[in-house]
């Protein structure tokens, strides 16, 4: 049930809510004002409600959860203690890289919503900007900094083990982790009422995927991973419609699915967007003309390269830097940065690291065309022969990486440079 006192808003009442509260109302503009303040519901999520309510001294970002999935509707329940999650784990992620969140001025606990800085135009949501063709240059450097610092700074590299411990706690989000190992882990593997796909284009090809044993294997390991190796805190939805772009800036939102879970779940989702993305180029070329989209091909591929390498690189820095205070390779037995015992521990890491991520990468991406929630980089394509063609190879492709892991992909240039030949 929702909390004591709590109502669902709508742009009108959002005016009011916000008109009521001088912290948020002086943000707007005066009292006299406030008839003239605009309120669109902007929500193009999944799962929640936002609103951007704008005046003559500037705007706000409110983001409502209503005890329900958005895109479902009432018949599937959800909770609402998410927005907590979402101020918890954006508050746990300003304290490391706040130039990467929005800020936050408010959270409402019985209104289930939290007020935070409106991310003005030009910033864009970064697969709407894909979408369009755009490229971002400085969007690898900026998410390698973030997943290196939001995940070094909440594992027990850094912290003792008793904070650890008690952050997962905190951050225990069962219901959001069920409906995760729900739609990515299971559902696409079996049928399932909430699955679509292209059809009758992709027909066999999923009816393969239902029947393939080594996927079945593949993706319950990721999902035994996914329940029982609570490394860092996880963003937990990282994809590309949780990242708000600029030419200049890269910010994150919607944290809502944080808790403590595998690094490579964070670093993995990132990097099957930009290759479902890198998929769909296809289909928009067909329709722009060839080489439109060649540009924009090549940029993806080194985002995809230099996200990899610039976070296991900024991940080390943090490690060599911090690392023998946290209670799982402390410095007694790693021994300095730089020497032979932290230098094997790390190899070791980022070796097991780098095989989750390619598994995890192939059921996300696997998901997107299967499961119940796809990605506007395919679904913009309007002939759907053409998008069945995209899809199959990504599916395909997803496939791979799933069942195949590191075995198959030594490294991230090899990854990329199958998606090429793929
Ligand atoms: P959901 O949890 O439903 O996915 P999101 O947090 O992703 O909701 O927000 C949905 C949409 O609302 C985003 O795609 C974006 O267009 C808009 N939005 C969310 N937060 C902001 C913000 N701080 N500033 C501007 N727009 C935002
Ligand atoms: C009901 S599934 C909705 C999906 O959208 C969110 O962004 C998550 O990815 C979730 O799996
Ligand atoms: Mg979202
Ligand atoms: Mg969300
Ligand atoms: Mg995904």
Redesign the pocket.
């Known amino acids: 049930a929702a909390p004591h006192g709590f109502r669902a808003l709508d742009c009108d009442s959002v005016r009011h809510y916000v008109a009521a509260r001088p912290p948020l109302q002086q943000r707007v503009g005066p009292p006299a004002s406030v008839d003239s303040w605009t309120v669109r519901e ?7 409600f ?1 609103f ?1 309510v704008e005046g003559p001294a500037g705007a706000l ?1 409110i ?1 409502q959860a209503l005890p329900y999935v ?1 895109c479902v509707g009432e018949s599937w329940p959800l909770t609402q203690d998410r927005v907590r999650i979402e101020t918890e784990a954006l508050a746990e992620e300003a304290a490391v890289c706040p130039e990467h969140v ?1 800020a936050v001025y408010l959270y409402d606990k019985a209104m289930c919503l939290i007020a ?4 003005a135009p030009p ?1 864009i ?1 970064l697969r709407r900007g894909l979408v369009a063709g755009a490229t971002y240059p400085r969007l690898a450097g900026h998410l390698a900094a973030f997943l290196a610092s939001s995940l070094f700074h909440t594992s027990a590299i850094k912290l003792n083990t008793t904070a650890f411990r008690q952050k997962q706690a905190q951050f225990a989000n069962d219901e959001m982790c069920r409906l995760t190992e729900q739609v990515i882990f299971t559902e696409p593997y079996i049928k399932a009422d909430n699955n679509h796909w292209t059809s009758p284009q992709l027909d066999a090809d999923v009816a393969a995927l239902q029947s393939d044993v080594a996927a079945k294997v593949a993706v319950s390991r990721l999902k035994a991973a996914f329940v029982g190796q609570p490394q860092a805190l996880l963003h937990g939805d990282l994809h590309t ?2 990242i ?1 772009v600029t030419a200049e800036e890269t910010a994150v ?2 944290p ?1 699915f944080a808790f403590y879970g595998p690094i490579a779940f964070d670093v993995a989702k990132i990097l099957a967007n930009l290759l479902l993305c890198y998929f769909s180029l296809d289909g928009h070329e067909a329709a722009a003309g060839a080489g439109s989209r060649q540009a924009q091909r090549e940029w993806l591929l080194a985002t995809l390269r230099d996200t990899w390498t610039g976070f296991v690189a900024a991940f080390t820095r943090l490690w060599d830097a911090h690392g023998g205070a946290g209670d799982l390779y402390p410095a007694a037995l790693a021994g300095p940065a730089g020497g032979p015992v932290l230098a094997a521990l790390q190899a070791d890491f980022f070796a097991q690291l780098w095989g989750e991520t390619v598994a995890f990468m192939g059921a996300f991406v696997i998901r997107r065309l299967v499961g119940i929630a796809h990605v506007a980089d395919m679904d913009s394509i309007a002939d759907a022969d053409t998008r069945a063609a995209c899809e199959r190879r990504a599916l395909h492709f997803g496939r791979r990486m799933l069942v195949e892991a590191a075995a198959g992909f030594t490294s991230i240039e090899a990854l990329a440079e199958a998606a090429v030949a793929a």
């Open positions: 902007v929500g193009d999520g999944n799962i929640n936002v951007i970002c983001k958005r929005p935070m800085r409106y991310l910033f949501i419609g949780s708000m939102i919607d809502e």
